[in-house]
């Protein structure tokens, strides 16, 4: 009787042992598969895209295209301006309201949206300006992202008011007047589809071209 009792708990301990083993191999796999999923996350986070780095990117579409524009981090206050009147829909539905070839295309007048024909545009506002942002590094070069204005001695921009220049060229003659403040990276072709419209007397086109919807993508 006691070489079975004895028989019986090294049954026990090996059948114990064993579970003990196999949950721990379990443990240690989850946690395995764990810290696999953390350093793939990681991984997600330190890629960077050559094109638009760690920058925000809004993807504009345009009743004649679509663009994708980069917002500068060097611009905070424009950049979180505009993300907030795109997560607002505040530019769906108005139009590029004065468009000059080999000079920019505008937009962002409020008072453009179901504008009637000859109605005068250029003067609306969502109510307040934004202080200069204006740095050397970002010029006028064809694609650039900037802030209309009125005649100013601080230089404030327009609460909305947006162009973006069509010269490939540049427009020099602005740098260090008015802020730069992104830039489109995707949709090039679309910057000439709308200056090559047919315009009327005042800059604004024939035909109005129509924000359709801006998102942010990233």
Request: net charge positive.
């Amino acid at each position: 009787m006691k070489k079975i009792a004895f028989i019986s708990l090294i049954g026990l301990f090996l059948i114990s042992f064993t579970m003990c083993t196999g949950k721990k191999k379990e443990d240690q796999k989850a946690e395995t598969v764990k810290e696999a999923v953390v350093t793939q996350e990681a991984s997600k986070e330190m890629t960077i895209d050559p094109k638009t780095g760690s920058e925000t990117v809004v993807l504009m579409k345009t009743t004649l295209g679509d663009m994708k524009i980069k917002l500068y981090d060097e611009t905070p206050q424009h950049r979180d301006n505009f993300i907030k009147l795109v997560n607002g829909k505040f530019y769906d539905g108005l139009i590029f309201h004065r468009v000059i070839r080999d000079f920019m295309i505008q937009g962002g007048d409020p008072d453009s949206r179901n504008a009637p024909p000859g109605q005068q545009l250029g003067m609306g506002t969502p109510g307040y300006t934004l202080p200069a942002e204006i740095l050397p590094q970002f010029k006028h070069k064809k694609g650039a992202l900037a802030a209309a204005r009125t005649n100013n001695p601080e230089r404030r921009s327009s609460g909305s008011q947006f162009y973006i220049v069509h010269n490939n060229a540049g427009t020099p003659h602005l740098d260090g007047a008015y802020t730069v403040f992104g830039e489109v990276f995707e949709g090039m072709d679309v910057i000439d589809k709308i200056a090559a419209v047919r315009t009327l007397p005042g800059d604004r086109p024939e035909v109005d071209v129509k924000i359709i919807s801006v998102t942010i993508v990233k």
